[in-house]
């Protein structure tokens, strides 16, 4: 039984069994064992957009976040493995001259979550540049045409659908290996200026349903900065919710609340949550 602490970017979290695998194959086997065994899993990237409750019995966790596998290049399509960093897959294409992924640079998060959650951010929506994913259905590996797989903001039909993604297939575009490092450092610059640093899972709330930004609407209920425990709605993003001092996941359900209550009374707005809750 470890910590889940170390397993998510909040850095909360209570203990389970938890497996990481260092290959997509050991990650088959894993998953097909749990199969067989009928056991409560959950399969995790990096953990960048996950709140770990305190309900974690019996469940077991799967992290990809180990998996080592060097990505195949084939002309300007490149296959990777769910585990896959994205930011040092970002660079190995800038090197080969591929561009499509580069302004999703600085997620803290590996492909396959990225797939599963259909990240974006700058213009990109990794969906854009999906060919076709590999995926564990049960015990049998199958192949989905990106034509198979719904995905919408911040969202894919893969969510909760109860198979394991193996790898991905990207399709890229040709550009000078310098354009695509400018690009690179243009997104670090915008991300540096919008974002705080610190443990967090992202954006907590998804945008208001006319559009609004949660963040902009939560900073307008007058809550940046407030604090519950060691948890924060942090000063310079009012949507990113930091672990400041050793937060627990009461902590940061109160915080969620607070937020919650504090723009439904000033603008009447239901916010709902980006980050996953697992183990309430
Ligand atoms: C500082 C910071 C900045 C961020 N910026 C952005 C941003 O700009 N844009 C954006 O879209 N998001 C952003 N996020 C949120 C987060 O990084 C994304 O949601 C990301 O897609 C999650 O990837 P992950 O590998 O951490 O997945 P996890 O958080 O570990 O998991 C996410 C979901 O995917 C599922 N999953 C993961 N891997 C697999 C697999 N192999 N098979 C089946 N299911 C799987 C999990 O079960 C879970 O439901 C940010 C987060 C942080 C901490």
Known sequence: ???????????IGGKCLVYEPKSCKELEQIICRLEGENRRYKVIGNGSNILVGTH???????????????PVIHQTTVK???????????????????????RLYGIPATVGGMVVNNASAFGTQICSIIESVQVLDGKKVKILDKSQIEFSHHSSSLQGSGLTLLSVEFSLKRLAPSTIYGIIKETIEKRKAKQPKGNSAGSMFKAAPDGRPAGLLIDMAGL???????????????????????????????????????VKQKFGVDLELEVEIIGE
């Open 56 to 70: 974690l019995k019996d469940l077991v966790v799967v992290t990809t976040r180990s998996i080592k596998e060097r």
């Open 80 to 102: 990777v493995s769910a585990g896959q960093n994205i930011n040092s897959l970002i660079l190995l294409l800038a090197k080969s001259g591929l561009s499509g992924l580069e």
């Open 224 to 262: 940046k900065g407030l604090c519950e425990g060691g948890a924060k709605i942090s000063e310079k993003h009012a949507n990113f919710f930091l672990n400041q001092q050793n937060a627990t996941f009461y902590d940061m359900r109160r915080l969620i609340k607070k937020a919650k209550e504090g």
């Open 1 to 11: 039984m470890v910590s889940l602490k170390d397993y998510t970017t909040l850095k």
